[in-house]
T-cell receptor, first 113, second 112 residues
Framework: DVKVTQSSRYLVKRTGEKVFLECVQD?????MFWYRQDPGLGLRLIYF???????EKGDIPEGYSVSREKKERFSLILESASTNQTSMYLC????????????FGSGTQLSVL | GEDVEQSLFLSVREGDSSVINCTYT??????LYWYKQEPGAGLQLLTY?????DMKQDQRLTVLLNKKDKHLSLRIADTQTGDSAIYFC????????????FGAGTRLAVHP
């Protein structure tokens, strides 16, 4: 089975801190995604990557950046955390660009105080 | 998910059938999905349907697609307490990198 692992289940940070959310997948998937999940809004795509060192903006990239130095790891960076970035962050991966299945991690609940 | 709409809550009695509905807007969508999220977990792919199909059945799950009305439904037969979860509808847009657009999710509550 594909495993997508997010490094932290819960995270509490202060406004203005730099925050790193890490995601690792173990099945040599080409594509990786970061979503945020908010009640009543569903999942919204922040960034995705279709190859090492490649990245594409999703629907809500403002305030975020990403890094993909190795194929298995995709990091989401909040340069200066703000309270409106309190949310559940979900990482996902898929084998290829046109693969129909996304595999999700368990999520990181980030609270910015 | 402003382009994919779902009702936010559904309550059913154990043993009854549940029907979760979804509407989408992009007629060029290639695949439509149902994901399940249990408390404290990520999303798990339940089933998906290709846009040229009308129906797909997988054990207790039946997916119906009305492409003309852009309406997707998920029927769960003999609903059990373990089916209590949030169910997300998603569409896959054609072109580009085929990103998924998710609805807001329907919380299914199963009571005895």
């Amino acid at each position: 089975d594909v495993k997508v692992t997010q490094s932290s289940r819960y995270l509490v940070k202060r406004t203005g801190e730099k925050v790193f959310l890490e995601c690792v997948q173990d099945m040599d998937h080409e594509n990786m995604f970061w979503y945020r999940q908010d009640p009543g809004l569903g999942l919204r795509l922040i960034y995705f990557s279709y190859d090492v060192k490649m990245k594409e903006k999703g629907d809500i990239p403002e305030g975020y950046s990403v890094s993909r130095e190795k194929k298995e790891r995709f990091s989401l960076i909040l340069e200066s955390a703000s309270t409106n970035q309190t949310s559940m962050y979900l990482c996902a991966s898929s084998l290829r660009v046109r693969d129909e299945k996304l595999f999700f991690g368990s999520g990181t609940q980030l609270s910015v105080l | 998910g402003e382009d994919v709409e779902q009702s936010l809550f559904l309550s059913v009695r154990e043993g009854d059938s549940s029907v979760i509905n979804c509407t989408y807007t992009d007629s060029s969508s290639t695949y439509l999905y149902w994901y399940k999220q249990e408390p404290g977990a990520g999303l798990q792919l339940l089933t998906y349907i290709f846009s040229n199909m009308d129906m797909k059945q997988d054990q207790r799950l039946t997916v119906l697609l009305n492409k003309k009305d852009k309406h997707l439904s998920l029927r769960i037969a003999d609903t059990q307490t373990g089916d209590s979860a949030i169910y997300f509808c998603a569409e896959r847009r054609s072109g580009g990198y085929n990103k998924l657009i998710f609805g807001a999710g329907t919380r299914l509550a199963v009571h005895p």
